[in-house]
C-alpha cells in the first residue's frame, strides 16, 4: 500500500510538473512593452514554485514509502520535534516568499505607480452590457463631452457624445480599439452599467472598467496585429460574448486612421480587420 | 457550582457610577457644543471621535464592569475588536480615489416628491 | 479514573483546565462575545457610512430644533438608563431584588422614551421629505455645490439604516430587559449582570452615531432656515 | 479552591421522545451528526450543478432531454442557456463554500468532537446550538428556492458568483436575467447563513474556553481543537461584517438605496431616474462592497480549511504512530494563519480599481501568510519521518490532504503577486488553486474525518475495501480535473464563462476541456461509493470497539457512540499531551491522555506531557 500511493503520488507529481513544462499550453505570444519583464517574473515564481512543489511531493512520497509499518518493526521514533528545524525552515521560506512578493512587484509598479508618459496616446473605453465602445479624440487630440443623459442607441450614440461639443466634431467611435504600436496608450476606463474587464491575453494586461469611476492605465505595444480582446468580469448573462478586437498599427497608418471622419473611419477599420490576421495558435 | 468561583459582590459604588454617569453627560454636552463650532471637518471628526472613545472606554470600563474583571478576560475582548475596526479603515484610500476618479457628468436634480 | 486524591497535584493554574480561566460563567462570555461580534455589524456600517460620506457632496441639515435637541435629549435619556442599570445590577448582587427589579423598570422607561423621540424625529424628517433614497427638494437646492454638485441622496440612506438597526438592538433590549424584571426573582444574578451588559452595549453604539451622525451633519449657518 | 469541577449547565436525562431526541435536539453529538448530513446534502447539489456546468462547457449545445422538463427556464429543449449555466456557477459556489465547507467541519465535526475531546459533557450552550443548526438549514432552503422556484426564463437562479459583485447585484431585474427574486433569496439566505454561524462561533469559543476538564490545559489539547477554536474566532470577526454589507446591499434592490450603486448608470437602455422601473441612483462605490465581502471572504477561505489541517494533523499522528512533530510551531502556525487570514482579503482586489499602494501592501502580507501555512507542512512531513505508518482509509485521505494542500497552496503564491495575477485573475488558474486547496484539500480533509471517527459515531467501522476504491479514484481524478485548469488559466481562459467558442486563442483548449468533464463525471460518480459506504456501514459495518484505531484522546476513553452526556457522569481528568505515541518503555505504543503520570514522570517530568518545566 505504502510503495503504491508513493508511486501513485510521484506519477501526479510529474503530470502535474510536465504539463506546465511541456509548454504546449502557455501564454500567447506577448506584445506589449511589460509582458517581458512579468513573463521572466512568472517563470521565476513557477520555477520556484515547482520545485518546492516537487521538493515537498517527493518527500511525502519518500516517506509514505520508507516509513509504513512492517510486521517486523520495534516502534516508530519518539520525538516532539526540533526547536532548530522550526527556525531554519520558517526563515527559509519566509525569505522566498517576502523576496518573491518584492520582486513581484516592480512590473505592478511601472504600471499602476507612475502617470501615463507625456504624448500617450489616449483612447477613452466605455463599456456596457454586453459591447465594447471606444472613444477616440480625433485630430484635434481633444475628447469631445460626454453625458449619460445623451446616450441614444437608436443614433447609434451609445457613449452619449455631446454632438454640440466643438471638440466632439471630429471625435470617432467604435466597437474596435485601434492603438498606435511602440507608443504608449493611456486608456481611460468607464463602464454604462456594471463591472466590465478589459482583457488582451497578449497585452498580459487586465483591468475592470468600474461604473462611477474613470480608470486610467497605461502600457505600450510593440507588435503590430489584430488581437482578441475579452471581458474578464462577469457582467451578465453574454459575459462570454463580450468580445472585440485590438488593433495594433504601425505608427503612420495609425496617424492615417485618427485623421478620418467618422463614416471613412468605420469602413476603414473593417479593412485593416481584414488585412491583419489573428496569431496563430 | 462555579457561582462561588466569580465574587457575588459587584465591585463600584453608585456614588462612583454617577460620576461616571456625570462625565459622560459633560462630554455630551461638549460634543454639542462643538457642533457649533465652526472648524475644518477633519479636525471636528478627531475631536468628536476621541471623545467617543472615551466615554466608550468609560462606559466598558465601569458600566460594563470591564475595569473589574480579571485582566486576560480585558486582553481577549479588547485587542481583536481593535485590531479588526482598525483594519476597516484600510477601505479609507479607495473612498478619496474614487471621488478623484469619478466620472463627472452633469446630474438632474432627482424628481423627489414634494411636500 | 478521576479520584481526588489524583486531583491535589493538579497545577489550579487558570489555563490548566477544570475552572473557568476567566472566573466568568458561560452566559456572561457568551455575551460579550456577542458584543464583539454585533459592534463589528456597526462598524463596518459606520465605516461604509464614512466611506460614502468622504466620496460624496455631504449634505448638513440638521437644524437646532428639532433634530439636534432631540437627539441630545435621546443621548441624556440612553447614558440615564445605562445609569439606572448598572444601579440595578449593583442591587441585584446584594440580592436586594426589589430594588434591582425597580432600576431595570427605570431603565426600560428611558429606552422607551429614547424610542418614542427618536420616532418623533423620524417623523420629523419623513415628513420633511427625506426618504432612503432621495432628499428633500429643498434640501438638494440648499447644499447643492457652487459648481452644481448635488447632495447625496446618501444621507437618507445612511441615516434610516444606521439609527434603524441600532432603534432594533434598544427594541430588542428593552423586551429583554421586561422578561429580565418580570423573571427576577428565579433568575441567578450573573443573569442581570448579562442583561445589562447587552444594554450597555445598545448605549455604546449610539455613542458613536450621535456624533458621527447627528453632530457631524449640524445645519451650523443655518442655511436651510434661509 | 486550587479544585474546581464545571458549574452543571444542564445535567439533563437523555429525552426519550424521538423529537427531542433525534429532530430538535440539544444534544451536540445529534447536533454535529445533523450538520453533517446537512453538508451531505447540499454537495450532492453541488457536485451535480458542477457536472451541469461541465457537460455544458464540454458539449455546447447539446440536448440534454431530462433538463428540459426539470428546468424548462433554465434549458429550454434541454439545452442549457447562458443565464442558467450563470446560476448554477454562482450556486455551485454558494452552496459548496457556505453550506458544504462551513457546516460540515465546523458545525460537524466540530459540535460532535471538540466537547468530547476536551473532556466536557455538551456545549456551552445547548440551546443556541440547535438554533444555529436550524437557522442554517433555513439558509440553505431559501438558498435552494433561490433556484428551484425559479421556472420561467425570467426569473432564473442568482447570477452574480458566489461574490456577488455589485452593481450587477444590486440593480435588480433590469440588470438582465437572474437579478429578480432569485438574487433577493441568495443574499437573504447568506443573511440566515451569517447569523447561524455566529451563534455557533460564540459557543464554539465559550465551550473550549469554559469547559475543558481537569488537567486539559491549552497546550495538552488535540490540534483539531485549537483548529476548530482558531475558526470559530474567524467566524466570529468575519461574519459581521458581511452581515453589513448583506443588508446595505439588500436594501439597494429593495429599498431604492444606492450604496453600491453609482451615479449616471444606463442599464438596458433606459438612464438611472428616468423611469420608476430604474429610480435614482447615485454616489455610490462598487468597491465597497468587494472591501466588504472580502474582509470577510478570506477569512472565510481559512475558515473551510482549518478544521481540515487540524484533522489531518490529529490523524497523520495517530496512524503514524508517533507524535506531532513540533505540537507548538503547530499552535503557532494555526494562530499565525489566523491572524494574517485577517491582513490579506485586498489580494482578491489588485485588478479591481482599488489603490494600486494598498495592492502592494497586500500582495506582501499575502505571500507572508504562505509562510505559516509551509511551516504547517513541514511539520506533516515530520511527523511521518521515522514513523511506522498504518495505511487506513482515514490515513490515506490524510495524505492525500497534504499533497493537495501543496498543490494548491502553492500557485496562491503566484496569484499572491500584484504584476503576476495582472494574467492570471479571473482566469481557470485562480479556479485550479482553489479547487486544489479549498475545493478537495479540505473536502479530503473531512473525508478523512469521516473514515476516522465514524466507528466513534456510530459504534461501527466504515468498509476499508470501498474507502480505499474511493480514495484511489478520488486522489487521482481531482489532480487530473484541477491541475489542467492551470494551464488552461495560463491560455487565458476566463472564469464564468458558459462557452469558449466565441474566441480562437481558445480554441486549442478543447481537449483539455472535455477531458476534465470526463474525469469530474467518473469523479462524481465514485462519490457515491462513499454514500453507499456510509449507510451500508451505519447498519452492516463491523462492530468496533471504543478505541478502534489505538488513538489517544478523550474521544476514545469512552464508548462509541458516546453515552448522553458523553462520559457517563464522569467526568475524565488528563495528565498528558495529546499525542503521546510510541513513547519508550510504556508498555503499549500509545499512551491515553487520561494514563495517570508515573512517579517517574512526575518527578522528572520529560517534558513531552505538554507542560513546560
Ligand atoms: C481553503 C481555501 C483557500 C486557501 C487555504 C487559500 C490559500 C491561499 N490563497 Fe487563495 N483563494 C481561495 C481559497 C483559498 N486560498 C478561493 C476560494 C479563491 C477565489 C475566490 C474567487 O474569486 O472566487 C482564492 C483566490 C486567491 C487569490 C485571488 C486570485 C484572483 O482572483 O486574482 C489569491 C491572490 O493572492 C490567493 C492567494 C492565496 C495564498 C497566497 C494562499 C496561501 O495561504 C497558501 C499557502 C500554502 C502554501 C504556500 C503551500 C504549502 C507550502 C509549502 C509546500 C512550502 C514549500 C513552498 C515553498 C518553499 C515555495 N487566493
Ligand atoms: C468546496 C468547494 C468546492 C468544491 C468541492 C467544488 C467542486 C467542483 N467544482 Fe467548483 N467551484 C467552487 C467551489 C467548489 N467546487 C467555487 C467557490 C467556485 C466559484 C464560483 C464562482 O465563480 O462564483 C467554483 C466554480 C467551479 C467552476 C467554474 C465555473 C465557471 O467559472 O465558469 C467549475 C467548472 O468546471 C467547477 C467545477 C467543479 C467540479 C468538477 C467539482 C468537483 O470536484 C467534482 C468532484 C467532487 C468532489 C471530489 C467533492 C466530493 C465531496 C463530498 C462527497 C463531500 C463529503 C462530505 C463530507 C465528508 C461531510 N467549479
Ligand atoms: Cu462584460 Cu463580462
Ligand atoms: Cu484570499
Redesign the interface.
Known sequence: ??RA?AV??WI?TL??VS??FVK?????AAISSHAAA?DR??LI??I??GI??TA??V??GY??WK????PA?D????????NR??VI??IV??II??G??????????S???AKAPAGSFQVEVVA??FQWNFHYAGHDGVFGR????L?D?SALNFI?LDETDPNAKDDQTHSVIAIPVNRPVELIL?S????H?F?V?QL?????L???????VHFTANQTGKY?L????????????M?SYMLVLPEAEHQALMALPQEQFQSRITELLAKYP??T? | MSAHVEEEHFAGSNKLFTSIWVWLVVLTLVEIGLAYKPMALHLMLTILLGLSIIKAALIVAYFMHLKFERLSLILTIVPMLVVCICLLFVFFPDSFR?AG???E??E?PPAAEEH | MSTEARAVHFPAADWDGGVHPYRVGHRKLGMWLFIVSDSLTFSALLMGYAYLRASNVWPTPFPFYPSIVFSSVMTFCLLSSSLTMVFAVSASSRRDLATARKWILGTIFFGIAFLVLHLIEWNHLITEGLRPFSLPAHWVSTFTTTDGKLPSPLFGATFFTITGLHMFHVATGAVYLGVIAARIKKLKHEDVEISGLYWHFVDLVWMFVFPLIYILSVDVGGHLAK | MSVETHEAVHRHEPPTSFIRKYIFSLDHKVIGIQYIILALVAVIVGMTMSVLMRMNLSWPGTNWPILATLFPGGAPGGVIN??FY?SLVTMHGTIMVFFVLTTAPQGGFGNYFLPIQIGAEDMAFPVLNMLSFWVTLVGFIVILSAIFLSGSASTIGP???WTG?A??SA?GPI?????GMGMNLWIISIAIFCVGSLLGALNFITTLLNMRTRGMSLMRMPLTCWAWFTTAVLALLSFPVLLGGGILLLLDRLAGTSFF?????????I??GTTPSFPIHTG????LWQHLFWFFGHPEVYIAILPGMGATSHILSTF??????????MVFAIFAIGLLGFFVWGHHMF???MS??S??TF??L???I??PS??K???W??T????????TTPM?FA?GF??LF??GG??G??L?????D??M???YFVLAHFHLVMGVASIFGMFAATYFWFPKMFGRMMSETLGKIHF?IT??GV?CIF??M???G???M???????T????L???HP?VVFVSVVAIITVLTQFIFYFNLIWSIFKGKKAGPNPWDATTLEWTTASPPPHDNFAGVLPVVYRGPYE????GAPN?FVMQTEPETEAERVGGNG?NGHRH
Open positions: 500500500m505504502g500511493l501513485i503520488i501526479l503530470g502535474s504539463i506546465f504546449q499550453w502557455w501564454f500567447p512579468l517574473q512568472f515564481t513557477i520556484v514554485v518546492s512543489f515537498a511531493q518527500a511525502l516517506m509514505v516509513y509504513r509499518e512492517r518493526n516502534r516508530a521514533v519518539y520525538t516532539h520535534g526540533s528545524l522550526e525552515w520558517t521560506t519566509a516568499f517576502i518573491l512578493a518584492v520582486m513581484g512587484q516592480s512590473v505592478w509598479a504600471l499602476h505607480f456596457q452590457q460626454t453625458d449619460p443623459s446616450i442607441d452619449g468607464r454604462k452599467d456594471v463591472i474587464n482583457w491575453p498580459r494586461f487586465k483591468q475592470d468600474v461604473p462611477g469611476m474613470a480608470i486610467r482578441e475579452a471581458c474578464a468580469e462577469l457582467c451578465g448573462q453574454l459575459h462570454f460574448k468580445k489573428l496569431p495558435y | 474614487s476618479l469619478r466620472y457628468f452633469k438632474q | 447562458p443565464e450563470l447570477i452574480g458568483g459583485y452593481p450587477l440593480l440588470a438582465g436575467p437572474g437579478q450603486i453609482p451615479g449616471g448608470l444606463y442599464v438596458s437602455g438612464l438611472s455610490g462605490s462598487p468597491i503514524a504512530r508517533k507524535p506531532v512533530f513540533g505540537y507548538r510551531a485588478i479591481s480599481g494600486p499602494y495592492a502592494m500582495s506582501i499575502t505571500l507572508s504562505g509562510v509551509a511551516v507542512t513541514f511539520n512531513l515530520g511521518l519521518w521515522g514513523a511506522r505508518i498504518r495505511f490515506l495524505i497534504v499533497s501543496v498543490a502553492i500557485t503564491l503566484v499572491g503577486q500584484t504584476s503576476l495582472l494574467p485573475h479571473d482566469t484511489w486522489f487521482v489532480y491541475v489542467p492551470h494551464v488552461m495560463l491560455v487565458g476566463p472564469r464564468r464563462y458558459s462557452q469558449f466565441e474566441y480562437t486563442f480554441s486549442r483548449l483539455l505515541f510510541a513513547v519508550p505504543d513531552h
